[in-house]
């Protein structure tokens, strides 16, 4: 079968030029006779990879010399415990701002460890915009705020970097970092599940400022102590090896292309394809407000749900794969990452037109 344009929220389509790479690879990396699943995660080459990694990573995101990158297991929810455990650092509360989803699942976890100060809600609109900083209100004595920069089932983005203040800001970039520059500076700590921007499932990057390491609470195992991974080089134990590698080769894939101002340009261009279209018709509805659109989870339902089925149906017919909604949300999601083509968004606008012309 020919290859589809995958739209999944994650494990999501990965870059072509990486996969086929990969492949080439996959027997015999570099003249070693292994392949990168079979290394020592000691030895020279798989160290070699790993450095290289985080160095490509560290140059597309200008991450500051006093920061940590981490390749850690566990995916973004084990940060959503890693990180109360190690930068509650003695204090009692933490702040959270609750805009779907993702930061309901960190705020559930974290209630295990702390008090959670909800900051700013958009419950009162089921989740579809972003809470503007005005609304803010941040317990003073909160040890960090968390917010989720992007909501992948609510398809809502925060476009704009909070203001903390001397308050550590902490964010759950999984569904959109490096599909924009970042200015870490700004925060205490970014974290992301790599399966929607990054590589395979299997490893998260956290970026955390060395101030804020070194003081976990008492009962932190070892693994979850990011002072002892970043001591160790993210090797406490068994790094996930081959998810770091395919990681890396898409930060060459991203260097390539021209950083990530360059994506930026480009999934701008390519967000507008679908919500221009979505503006214009009135067979779909897209339920965020405007201004807090994602570029990178677009949830949309047709009028008539009750062509749903037809439309997913014939969707696939047309190589378009994995556009249902979420579970909890229903209608469908495209999710339009770095690696999606712009000939995949043209594909689905194309589709959606049609579908409405013969269904409308
Ligand atoms: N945060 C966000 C924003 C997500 O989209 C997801 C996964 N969809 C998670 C956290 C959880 O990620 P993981 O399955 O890697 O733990």
Known sequence: MARVFNFGAGPATLPEPVLEQAAAEMLDWHGTGMSVMEMSHRGKAFIGIHARAEADLRELLAVPKNYKVLFLHGGAAAQFAMVPMNLLRGRTVAAYVNSGHWSGRAIAEAKRYCKVDIAASSADANFTYAPAQERWSIDPGAAYVHYTSNETIGGVEF??????????????????????????????????????????????????????????????????????????????????????????????????????????????????????????????????????????????????????????????????????????????????????????????????????????
């Open 159 to 360: 476009h704009w970097i909070p203001d903390t203040g001397a308050i550590p800001l902490v964010a759950d970039a999984s569904s959109h970092i490096l599909s924009r520059p970042l200015d870490v500076s700004r925060f205490g700590l970014v974290y992301a599940g790599a399966q929607k921007n990054i590589g395979p499932a299997g490893v998260a990057i956290v970026i955390v400022r060395e101030d804020l390491i070194g003081r976990a609470s008492p009962l932190t195992p070892a693994i979850f102590d990011y002072r002892v991974q970043a001591e160790a080089d993210s090797m406490h134990n068994t790094p996930p090896g081959y998810a770091i590698y395919l990681a890396g080769l898409v930060f060459q894939w991203l260097k390539k292309l021209g950083g990530l101002a360059k994506m930026e340009e480009v999934n701008i261009a390519k967000a507008k394809l679908v919500y221009d279209y979505l503006d214009e018709t009135e067979f779909y509805h897209s339920p965020v407000a405007r201004a807090d659109r994602s570029r990178m989870n677009i949830p949309f339902t047709l009028r008539n749900g009750r062509l749903d089925e037809a439309f997913l149906k014939e969707a696939g017919g047309h190589g378009l794969a994995e556009l249902k909604g979420h579970r909890s949300a229903g209608g469908m999601r495209a999710s339009i990452y770095n690696a999606m083509p712009v000939a995949g968004v043209k594909a689905l606008v194309g589709f959606m037109r049609d579908f409405e012309r013969r269904y409308g």
